[in-house]
């Protein structure tokens, strides 16, 4: 397991990455209706 290392980092790109994926799970229209 990762230590103190770089965890603070990588915890949160992982947690941006996440909230992206979440958001474009739940409303695709974001990426895709932008100018709107």
């Known amino acids: 397991m990762?230590?103190?290392t770089g965890e603070s980092?990588?915890?949160r790109?992982?947690?941006v990455r996440i909230?992206?994926?979440i958001a474009d799970a739940r409303?695709?229209?974001l990426r895709s209706g932008?100018?709107?």
């Open 2 to 4: 990762l230590e103190v």
């Open 27 to 29: 409303y695709p229209s």
């Open 13 to 15: 790109f992982s947690r």
């Open 9 to 11: 980092k990588n915890n």
């Open 19 to 21: 909230a992206l994926l």
């Open 34 to 36: 932008t100018g709107s």
